[in-house]
């Protein structure tokens, strides 16, 4: 019909709130794209079996000797997912009076919130590696990536490495490799320091990439636990992405509009992960 009201018309808030919050939870997440990601949408069941494999020795033979059989006994690891949501509600005079675009600053909370929850279940799993290197009370050094590479490294831990950290450890991590930020220019320091220097970003020690996160938690006497790790260590279980719905509810004048996603967390292999411990408190 030549007047019709179309979807598209209607849906025009809540098509800009799903792009938001799409593109923000893709943007926002540090640690998933670090760890092993698996795909359960559309399959049954809420349980991820994950097959560990062995290693495989290969030994000297004899020309014409047959080959000793050697026992390939796959472990698993189940990942349960389970679903996280938020919701936000968006009262008719809010809209009306807002001087911005509301939709995208709802989709980019939302969106925020998911990538939030995701990146804190990696993060929990932090402290489950039997592997440590530092402690609380003490800065974060150069020398303890050395010591976690050194660590993966005889673990046979395929690369590349990967550190979170938090930002308050990245900040004394910085101080150590500056000299305190003593001199705007100082040839004494290493490239690693005089980057720092420079553009205030640490790529990577030891061949490992530094990543920050707010989100690497700890203890008021300033034990903060991040992790040096293969990818191989954590597992992340996609079992259904996020969703955005909207629902009307007249008598409030609002409309609803929920996020939710389902996923699971996991340690895969706990010696392919070191944990991470310093202080992250910022003192002056």
């Known amino acids: 019909m030549a007047n019709e009201a179309t979807a598209s018309i209607l849906s025009e808030l809540y098509a800009n709130v799903v792009q938001s919050a799409i593109y923000t939870l893709s943007e926002q997440t540090v640690i998933r794209p670090l760890v092993s990601n698996y795909d359960m949408t559309g399959t049954s069941g809420l349980i991820a079996q994950i097959p560990i494999f062995p290693a495989v020795s290969a030994s000297s033979v004899n020309d014409g000797a047959d080959l000793t059989n050697v026992a390939f006994n796959t472990t698993k690891v189940d990942v349960t997912c389970s679903e996280f949501g938020a919701m936000i509600s968006l009262t008719d005079l809010g809209k009306e009076s807002a001087a911005g675009d509301v939709s995208v600053a709802i989709g980019r909370q939302l969106g925020d919130a998911m990538a939030k929850a995701v990146d804190t279940s990696l993060a929990n799993l932090f402290t489950g590696f039997s592997q440590s ?27 590349p490495y990967v550190a979170v950290i938090h930002p ?44 920050e996160s707010t989100l690497v938690s700890g203890t008021s006497d300033g034990a903060f636990v991040g992790a040096v790790m293969s990818s191989q260590a954590l597992a992340y279980v996609l079992k ?45």
């Open 133 to 159: 290197v530092g402690s609380g009370n003490t800065e974060l050094t150069a020398d303890l990536f050395f010591k976690a590479g050194a660590l993966l490294r005889s673990q046979q831990a395929p690369g």
């Open 240 to 284: 259904r992405n996020m969703r955005i719905e909207e629902q009307r509810d007249a008598s409030a004048r609002l409309t609803e509009y929920v996020g939710s996603m389902a996923y699971g967390v996991a340690e895969l292999i706990d010696l392919y992960g070191v944990k991470l411990i310093a202080d992250a408190r910022v003192t002056n």
């Open 168 to 211: 308050g450890q990245g900040y004394q991590l910085r101080k150590a490799l500056t000299n305190a930020g003593a001199n705007v220019i100082n040839h004494n320091l290493s490239d690693v320091g005089n980057e720092a220097l420079k553009s205030g970003f640490i790529q990577n020690i030891n061949g490992i990439s530094i990543f």
